[in-house]
């Protein structure tokens, strides 16, 4: 990086009030919100009862905005991004992508899952002009489109190659270029990397970041990963423990591109862990044995004498 930006840059939105009095269904300079997420509420039924993931989930996000969604496990964000996705239909509440309202699965919303989800019997190329195929591009313009794409995530010499032949981060830049081939209007990522190992990561997060920088796509990104969304996300969302509500919301104000180890991406990455360590607490505490601490993860053993002696004392 060739600036160093300390914490104090680190805006935490709780504090901004500039547009708050903006309401989700109004227009700003006459322009929607690429996405709008209004009182979306999603409950699964379970044996006796229903278990609320999602409670009123309202947020927005703007056209070209890279925003990542973190909480502890079972908080609702791979239930939200589905929902945005129109792969799965909320209980209540609506979610609009420009002016209309998203009914189910459409091509302008590319979902990157965590496994590369690549065809075995399609080479490289093969694989990035499916969908294109599906869209009716004739042979030439979709080899041609899948080419360019291929380049930008480095891996045209690599288009003739088997999906067997591929790393798992070779896998995932190539799950990457197939979704940009279809130039959708957004692309929603569920944790795309947690599979590969560190250096993988930190590659494919420089990557994906001079992606972004090209192309100005809006991307929803969910991940456990603070530092990955410190990485980088121009806004974190902060979600509770189930059910799901938006807790904090904070803005990543860091040039790009932005390395994982950098002195300011740990900083910042600290101040969110403050603020989910209470959420992860409650969910270790809903997970554990009644007499189980925190702290240790263990039986306690200093509530008072054991009732027994082993071992000569111990």
Not at 203 to 209: G, R
């Amino acid at each position: 990086m060739t600036e160093s930006v300390g914490t104090e840059n680190f805006v935490d939105i709780d504090q901004v009030k500039v547009g708050k009095e903006l309401q989700a269904s109004q227009r700003v300079n006459g322009v929607w919100p690429k996405l709008r997420v209004q009182h979306v509420s999603k409950s699964f039924q379970s044996k006796d009862r229903n278990f609320y993931v999602l409670e009123d989930i309202n947020l927005e996000i703007q056209q070209g905005e890279f925003v990542c969604i973190v909480g502890p496990s079972g908080c609702g964000k791979t239930t939200l991004l589905n929902i945005v996705a129109g792969l799965e239909k909320a209980d209540s509440g609506d979610v609009w992508a420009d002016d209309h309202k998203i009914n189910g699965a459409g091509t302008d919303r590319v979902v990157i899952f965590q496994e590369a989800a690549l065809f075995p019997w399609l080479n490289v190329v093969k694989n990035v002009e499916f969908g294109l195929k599906l869209k009716g591009f004739n042979g030439k313009e979709r080899r041609n489109i899948a080419i360019e794409y291929l380049k930008m995530v480095h891996l045209s010499k690599f288009q003739h190659a088997q999906v067997h032949e591929l790393s798992g981060g070779m896998k995932q830049r190539v799950a990457i270029a197939r979704a940009l081939a279809m130039n959708p209007e957004m692309l929603l990522m569920d944790e795309p990397f947690s599979a590969l190992d560190a250096q993988t990561r930190w590659i494919l997060h420089y990557e994906l970041q001079n992606i972004w920088l090209k192309t100005r796509k809006t991307i929803l990104f969910v991940t456990h990963n603070i530092r990955e969304a410190v990485c980088l996300a121009d806004r974190i969302i902060i979600l509770s423990t189930a059910p799901g509500k938006i807790k904090k919301e904070f803005l990543v104000e860091l040039p790009r591109p932005r390395d994982d180890n950098d002195v300011n991406v740990a900083g910042y990455s600290t101040r969110i862990m403050k603020e989910l360590k209470a959420e992860i607490n409650k969910v270790m505490k809903c997970e554990m044995d009644a007499d189980s601490c925190v702290e240790c993860d263990i039986k306690c053993t200093t509530e008072g004498p054991a009732k027994t002696d082993i071992g000569g004392g111990i």
